[in-house]
Protein backbone atom coordinates (compact mmCIF):
# COMPACT_ATOMS: atom_id res chain seq x y z
CA UNK A 1 0.00 0.00 0.00
CA UNK A 2 3.11 2.36 -0.22
CA UNK A 3 3.60 4.84 -2.28
CA UNK A 4 6.61 6.80 -3.68
CA UNK A 5 7.61 9.47 -1.06
CA UNK A 6 8.28 12.91 -2.59
CA UNK A 7 8.62 14.78 0.39
CA UNK A 8 6.77 15.37 3.80
CA UNK A 9 4.68 17.82 6.00
CA UNK A 10 3.45 16.22 8.72
CA UNK A 11 2.39 19.83 10.10
CA UNK A 12 -0.51 19.94 7.99
CA UNK A 13 -2.32 16.37 9.38
CA UNK A 14 -2.93 15.20 12.59
CA UNK A 15 -5.13 12.62 14.71
CA UNK A 16 -7.15 14.77 16.95
CA UNK A 17 -9.40 12.30 18.73
CA UNK A 18 -9.84 8.09 18.76
CA UNK A 19 -13.30 7.17 19.85
CA UNK A 20 -15.20 3.17 19.66
CA UNK A 21 -16.28 3.65 16.29
CA UNK A 22 -13.66 5.52 14.61
CA UNK A 23 -10.47 8.39 14.45
CA UNK A 24 -10.89 11.98 13.50
CA UNK A 25 -8.20 13.24 11.11
CA UNK A 26 -7.68 17.24 11.46
CA UNK A 27 -6.26 17.62 7.45
CA UNK A 28 -5.83 21.41 5.99
CA UNK A 29 -8.13 22.75 8.93
CA UNK A 30 -10.45 20.44 7.71
CA UNK A 31 -11.60 17.62 10.34
CA UNK A 32 -12.35 14.10 8.84
CA UNK A 33 -13.79 11.06 10.44
CA UNK A 34 -12.47 7.56 9.47
CA UNK A 35 -14.82 5.23 10.52
CA UNK A 36 -13.54 1.41 11.47
CA UNK A 37 -16.13 -0.22 9.52
CA UNK A 38 -14.67 1.95 6.25
CA UNK A 39 -10.90 1.79 7.52
CA UNK A 40 -10.81 -1.53 9.84
CA UNK A 41 -6.77 -1.88 9.85
CA UNK A 42 -6.95 1.29 12.40
CA UNK A 43 -9.51 -0.59 14.23
CA UNK A 44 -7.16 -3.05 16.53
CA UNK A 45 -3.52 -0.52 16.12
CA UNK A 46 -2.45 0.95 19.03
CA UNK A 47 -2.83 4.38 19.79
CA UNK A 48 0.64 5.49 19.06
CA UNK A 49 0.52 4.39 15.99
CA UNK A 50 -2.36 5.71 14.79
CA UNK A 51 -1.37 9.02 15.81
CA UNK A 52 1.85 8.62 14.28
CA UNK A 53 0.34 9.99 10.73
CA UNK A 54 2.60 12.08 7.85
CA UNK A 55 1.45 13.97 4.78
CA UNK A 56 3.63 12.95 2.41
CA UNK A 57 2.11 15.32 -0.28
CA UNK A 58 -0.99 17.28 -1.17
CA UNK A 59 -2.83 14.12 -1.56
CA UNK A 60 -1.60 10.90 -0.10
CA UNK A 61 -1.14 10.55 3.92
CA UNK A 62 0.67 7.51 5.45
CA UNK A 63 1.06 5.79 8.76
CA UNK A 64 4.60 4.32 9.09
CA UNK A 65 4.01 2.47 11.88
CA UNK A 66 0.90 0.33 10.06
CA UNK A 67 2.23 1.06 6.59
CA UNK A 68 -0.99 2.53 5.21
CA UNK A 69 -1.26 4.62 2.62
CA UNK A 70 -4.29 6.63 1.78
CA UNK A 71 -5.20 9.73 -0.38
CA UNK A 72 -7.30 12.45 0.33
CA UNK A 73 -10.36 11.20 -1.90
CA UNK A 74 -10.91 7.87 -0.29
CA UNK A 75 -10.85 9.22 2.78
CA UNK A 76 -13.57 11.72 2.20
CA UNK A 77 -15.22 8.94 -0.36
CA UNK A 78 -14.55 5.45 1.02
CA UNK A 79 -17.48 4.00 -1.18
CA UNK A 80 -15.32 4.32 -4.27
CA UNK A 81 -12.73 2.50 -3.27
CA UNK A 82 -12.67 -1.19 -2.43
CA UNK A 83 -11.28 -0.81 1.19
CA UNK A 84 -13.12 -3.63 2.69
CA UNK A 85 -11.35 -5.71 0.07
CA UNK A 86 -8.13 -4.30 0.54
CA UNK A 87 -7.83 -4.90 4.09
CA UNK A 88 -8.61 -8.93 3.48
CA UNK A 89 -4.65 -8.27 2.37
CA UNK A 90 -3.25 -6.26 4.84
CA UNK A 91 -1.25 -7.94 7.01
CA UNK A 92 -1.98 -7.42 10.92
CA UNK A 93 0.87 -5.83 12.62
CA UNK A 94 2.67 -7.84 14.80
CA UNK A 95 2.15 -6.59 18.63
CA UNK A 96 5.01 -4.23 19.69
CA UNK A 97 7.75 -4.32 22.49
CA UNK A 98 8.98 -0.98 23.63
CA UNK A 99 12.42 -1.70 25.26
CA UNK A 100 13.42 0.66 28.19
CA UNK A 101 17.24 0.69 28.74
CA UNK A 102 20.53 2.66 28.70
CA UNK A 103 20.61 4.43 25.55
CA UNK A 104 23.77 6.53 25.88
CA UNK A 105 27.49 4.98 27.14
CA UNK A 106 27.04 4.10 31.04
CA UNK A 107 30.53 4.48 32.89
CA UNK A 108 31.93 1.36 33.89
CA UNK A 109 31.07 -0.44 30.77
CA UNK A 110 32.64 -0.34 27.22
CA UNK A 111 31.50 1.66 25.12
CA UNK A 112 28.30 0.69 22.76
CA UNK A 113 27.69 -1.85 25.46
CA UNK A 114 24.05 -1.23 25.70
CA UNK A 115 23.57 -0.91 22.04
CA UNK A 116 24.95 -4.83 21.61
CA UNK A 117 22.77 -5.96 24.62
CA UNK A 118 19.72 -4.58 22.48
CA UNK A 119 20.94 -6.51 19.38
CA UNK A 120 22.28 -9.54 20.18
CA UNK A 121 20.07 -9.98 23.42
CA UNK A 122 16.77 -8.36 23.46
CA UNK A 123 15.77 -8.33 19.61
CA UNK A 124 16.23 -11.48 18.77
CA UNK A 125 14.41 -12.55 21.73
CA UNK A 126 11.67 -10.20 20.65
CA UNK A 127 11.12 -11.46 17.26
CA UNK A 128 11.43 -15.12 18.73
CA UNK A 129 8.12 -14.55 20.57
CA UNK A 130 6.97 -12.44 17.76
CA UNK A 131 7.10 -9.28 19.24
CA UNK A 132 8.08 -6.07 16.81
CA UNK A 133 11.03 -4.65 19.04
CA UNK A 134 11.00 -0.73 19.55
CA UNK A 135 13.22 1.08 21.89
CA UNK A 136 13.48 5.15 22.55
CA UNK A 137 15.81 6.33 19.57
CA UNK A 138 14.15 4.19 16.91
CA UNK A 139 10.76 5.88 17.62
CA UNK A 140 10.00 8.12 14.58
CA UNK A 141 9.11 11.36 16.02
CA UNK A 142 5.82 13.77 15.23
CA UNK A 143 5.98 16.35 17.77
CA UNK A 144 7.51 16.43 21.59
CA UNK A 145 9.33 13.49 21.89
CA UNK A 146 8.66 13.31 25.39
CA UNK A 147 4.86 13.11 24.42
CA UNK A 148 5.98 10.20 21.80
CA UNK A 149 8.01 8.35 24.22
CA UNK A 150 5.53 8.04 27.09
CA UNK A 151 2.94 6.70 24.49
CA UNK A 152 5.34 3.83 23.27
CA UNK A 153 5.47 3.13 26.98
CA UNK A 154 1.73 3.20 27.94
CA UNK A 155 0.50 1.51 24.20
CA UNK A 156 3.09 -1.45 23.61
CA UNK A 157 1.80 -4.48 23.59
CA UNK A 158 4.93 -5.82 26.30
CA UNK A 159 7.79 -3.46 27.95
CA UNK A 160 11.16 -5.01 28.06
CA UNK A 161 12.90 -3.02 31.08
CA UNK A 162 16.80 -3.64 31.29
CA UNK A 163 17.77 -2.15 34.88
CA UNK A 164 21.58 -2.51 34.00
CA UNK A 165 23.29 0.59 35.40
CA UNK A 166 21.15 1.69 38.00
CA UNK A 167 19.76 3.83 34.77
CA UNK A 168 17.35 6.92 36.77
CA UNK A 169 15.88 7.71 33.08
CA UNK A 170 15.02 3.84 32.73
CA UNK A 171 13.33 3.72 37.11
CA UNK A 172 11.17 6.50 36.17
CA UNK A 173 9.68 5.03 32.81
CA UNK A 174 9.80 1.96 34.17
CA UNK A 175 7.34 3.37 37.09
CA UNK A 176 4.83 5.31 34.58
CA UNK A 177 4.46 1.47 32.55
CA UNK A 178 3.85 -0.48 36.42
CA UNK A 179 1.40 2.94 37.28
CA UNK A 180 -1.01 1.34 34.30
CA UNK A 181 -0.47 -2.12 35.18
CA UNK A 182 0.67 -2.65 31.99
CA UNK A 183 2.94 -5.98 31.70
CA UNK A 184 6.81 -5.40 31.75
CA UNK A 185 9.76 -8.37 31.76
CA UNK A 186 12.81 -7.02 34.03
CA UNK A 187 16.18 -7.66 32.83
CA UNK A 188 19.61 -6.98 34.51
CA UNK A 189 22.85 -7.86 34.12
CA UNK A 190 25.04 -10.18 36.60
CA UNK A 191 27.00 -7.52 37.79
CA UNK A 192 24.10 -5.32 38.65
CA UNK A 193 22.68 -6.31 42.59
CA UNK A 194 19.04 -5.95 42.93
CA UNK A 195 17.17 -2.74 43.38
CA UNK A 196 16.01 -2.68 46.99
CA UNK A 197 12.66 -0.23 45.91
CA UNK A 198 11.84 -3.29 43.57
CA UNK A 199 13.39 -6.17 44.90
CA UNK A 200 10.01 -8.42 45.30
CA UNK A 201 9.32 -8.04 41.64
CA UNK A 202 10.44 -10.88 39.71
CA UNK A 203 13.44 -10.48 37.02
CA UNK A 204 15.26 -12.12 34.67
CA UNK A 205 19.69 -11.80 34.74
CA UNK A 206 22.29 -12.18 31.47
CA UNK A 207 26.03 -12.37 31.54
CA UNK A 208 27.06 -9.03 30.97
CA UNK A 209 30.33 -10.24 29.14
CA UNK A 210 27.62 -11.24 26.33
CA UNK A 211 29.71 -14.25 25.74
CA UNK A 212 26.89 -16.74 25.41
CA UNK A 213 24.52 -14.64 23.18
CA UNK A 214 27.09 -13.61 20.40
CA UNK A 215 26.89 -15.54 16.95
Not at 146 to 174: F, H, K, P, Q, T
Amino acid sequence: MKSETLGKDTSEAEVTNISKHGIWLLLSEKELFLPFEDFPWFKNASVSAIYNVELLNQNHLYWPDLDIDLTRESIAHPDRFPLRLLWLKVKTPKPTCFVIMPISDVDGYDVGHFGRVYEFIIKPACKNTGFKPVRADEVQVTNYIVVDILRRILDADMVVCDLSGRNANVLYELGIRQAFNRPVTLIRDSRTPTIFDIQGLRDLEYDETLSRHRS
